[in-house]
């Protein structure tokens, strides 16, 4: 009785295993079970994967390679594109050209430096530059110029005045600090500001200051201004002639009442 109990436990697990191993029939019918879904509809001539996959890897690398190409192009290069002006405007050669209004001038002091001005309660730039002392060849005045580089546009323009006094910066011995009126801004009305100017070592900033109180003891040995006098008389000889011919209306027009009555 065990060798039986024992054989038929061995042929019901022998049969077990065996239903594991064989696959069970495919809903779809033995084509789809055998090839799959995607096969069988392919034989068919119906559904292909093929047609919708993406790029073919070769070509990936194709284009990843212009990628990196482009990528590399080199951004600083200089721009060798030629471009046709609408409007052609003529060279001016001569005199007027070349006219800066320092012709007439000697350079006494000549450095480059860069500038600040204090405006709105903090230290603004100016520009960088060359700065000089030019002397008028006739009136002997002296002026400092500063004309920032390649534009050559002005950021500042004064006279050595008495009242300005050059002294060091406390934060940098190659700058210097005074107070002048700048005449810079063109058309704008001068104003009383307080100027910095920078120099590339502090015996340039030396130099500098004892051209500039050279300057001041020049100016004060000048005589006085006498186109400001002649321009003060000229306006007293108007306003008389003002009052002659306003008395000479006043009398008129009582002349005139007079005859009336």
Not at 8 to 26: G, I, L, Y
Request: hydrophobic share 35%; glycine share 6%; aromatic share 6%.
């Amino acid at each position: 009785r065990d060798s039986s109990t024992t054989d038929s436990t061995m042929s019901d697990d022998a049969k077990d295993a065996q239903a594991q191993q064989t696959p069970a029939p495919s809903i779809f019918g033995a084509a789809f079970g055998a090839t799959g879904f995607g096969a069988a509809a392919a034989a068919a001539g119906g559904f292909d994967p093929s047609k919708f996959a993406s790029a073919a890897p070769a070509a990936k690398a194709e284009d990843g390679d212009e990628g990196e190409g482009e990528g590399d192009e080199d951004v600083e290069a200089e721009c060798k594109a030629e471009f046709k002006p609408v409007v052609k405007l003529e060279i001016i050669e001569g005199a007027e050209a070349t006219t800066t209004g320092e012709e007439d001038e000697d350079i006494l002091f000549e450095a480059k430096v860069k500038s600040y001005r204090f405006t709105d309660g903090e230290w603004k730039e100016r520009g960088l530059g060359p700065i000089k002392l030019l002397e008028h060849k006739t009136s002997k005045k002296i002026r400092v110029l500063m004309r920032r580089d390649k534009t050559l546009k002005i950021c500042a323009n004064f006279y050595v005045q008495q009242e300005s006094k050059v002294a060091e910066h406390a934060a940098s011995e190659k700058a210097c600090v005074f107070t002048t009126m700048d005449c810079s801004d063109g058309d704008v009305a001068p104003e009383l500001y307080n100027m910095c100017i920078k120099f590339g070592s502090a015996e340039k900033r030396e130099a500098f200051t004892e051209a500039f109180n050279a300057a001041q003891k020049k100016m004060a040995a000048l005589p006085a201004d006498t186109e400001a006098e002649e321009k003060a008389e000229e306006a007293a000889a108007v306003a008389e002639e003002a009052d002659k011919l306003a008395d000479a209306l006043g009398e008129t027009k009582v002349t005139e009442e007079k005859e009336e009555e």
